[in-house]
Structures are given as C-alpha cells and as structure tokens.
C-alpha cells in the first residue's frame, strides 16, 4: 500500500489566492514526521514546512501552513496568496519513527501552476 | 543552515563509461546518506541508504553491483554507476540529514541532483 498518497497530479490556481495541495499518509508507528518539499524545474529539492506526529499545533512557515488532521492522516499544504514563483512541484514526505537514519518516503507529487 | 554539495550537476557520457557523483555535506556530519532517483515527471524513490564506515543498504530491486556506494568519510558519500547504459538514465539526487544540530525535527537536505545522460 502506498505510504504516501498525493491524489492531484496537477493544480492551477491564480495568482493571489490561496491554494490547498493534499496529502494523506499511511503508517503504524506512533512517532513520525511529515514533510513538504518544493522541487522547481531545476531539479533541487527546497524543504518547506514539517509537522511532527506530536505536534498540537499546524506548522505554519511564513504563507506556507499545515493542515494537520492526525486522525484522517492527512497533513495538506496551503500555500496563501500564491506567487508566479510558486509554480512548481510539491512532494509530501513522511520519516517514520525517531531513529537517526530513517529515510523519507515520497508521494507522488503535485505540480502547481501559477495563472497571473 | 545546512548544506549538501552534489557534484557534477549534469553528466553525458557514451555506454558503458562509469560515472561517480558525489554528495558532501559542507557543515555538518552526516553518518548517514541517502540517495534518490528521479525519472521525469516521477516522484523520488530511495536507491539506498549510506552508512558511514559500513555497507550501503539497498532498496528492493537496485542492482548493487550496478550502483556502488561508498561512504568512506563523516561528509562525503560517492554513487558510481557502473558500465553506465541508456536505461540509467535519470536524475539522482542525494539528501543528508544533521543530526546533532538542533532542532531534533531537522529535515532532510539536498543535494542539487545529478542529470545523468547515458548516450
């Protein structure tokens, strides 16, 4: 089963309106950790906004906030008032568990065009 | 912050050279590596992980004798892709993550990827 499930492959939204990317996860441990990553067209990987398994409140990182809902396990992100420089992909990444080499499983992604 | 150098940031080369990309983490120590491959329009998927000292972990399904790891130092891991064909093709990324520096919740980072073109 997929761990991490990102079900809009592709997203407009305009330019100054807010947009939500979804993402829903999938796992046993108790303790873990959700990512958002913004890949352009470059290829490098810019980290976002992370929400961890124990958290109360949603992440929030300038216009980029979490809307973490642990019992649907879905952590989507909200980008407010979007930017034409927002027009990339988006990847939901989740670690599970503390240890220190715990690697990042990746949905699929979202890509995001920004209409001016 | 933290920072992760990929070197080259793009390689064509004719089939069957091999290729070695390196992954350094410019101010931490990283004791674990990870590398990724990207195809296009795809998500990233773990080849392997690097372990400093000892052998790589491999994901299911990649060739290890095709992708050698080594991860001889606290900042540098190496991906040489071996007698390198058309099929490898792809966009191989590596990411590292700070262990000691707090915060504990520290993210992964990466590299700027390697495109790699196999003619």
């Not at chain 2, 071996?82 to 993550?97: G, K, L």
């Amino acid at each position: 089963a997929q761990k991490i499930t990102q079900t809009q492959p592709g997203m407009f939204v305009q330019e100054k309106e807010a947009v939500t990317l979804d993402c829903t996860y999938d796992t046993s441990d108790q303790s873990y950790g959700l990512f958002w990553y913004k890949q352009p067209s470059s290829g490098e990987m810019i980290f976002l906004i992370y929400q961890g398994s124990y958290d109360e409140q949603n992440a929030t990182e300038g216009r980029y906030s979490l809307n973490f809902q642990k019992a649907r396990k879905s952590a989507n992100l909200v980008i407010s008032a979007s930017q034409l420089g927002d027009s990339a992909m988006y990847f939901c990444a989740m670690r599970e568990g503390l240890g220190a080499g715990n690697m990042l499983t990746f949905g699929g992604g979202t890509r995001l065009m920004v209409k001016p | 912050g933290a920072v992760v150098s990929q070197h080259p940031s793009r390689v064509i080369c004719k089939s069957g050279t091999s290729v070695k990309i390196e992954c350094r983490s410019l101010d931490f120590q990283a004791t674990t590596m990870f590398w990724y491959r990207q195809f296009p329009k795809q998500s990233l998927m773990l080849m392997a992980t690097s372990n400093e000292g000892s052998k790589a972990t491999y994901e299911q399904g990649v060739e290890k004798d095709k992708f050698l790891i080594n991860h001889a130092s606290l900042t540098l891991s190496t991906l040489t892709v071996t007698s390198a064909h058309p099929e490898d093709s792809s966009f191989y990324i590596c990411s590292a993550r700070d262990l000691i520096r707090p915060p504990s919740n520290q993210p992964q980072h990466f590299g700027d990827g390697t495109r790699l073109s196999i003619l």
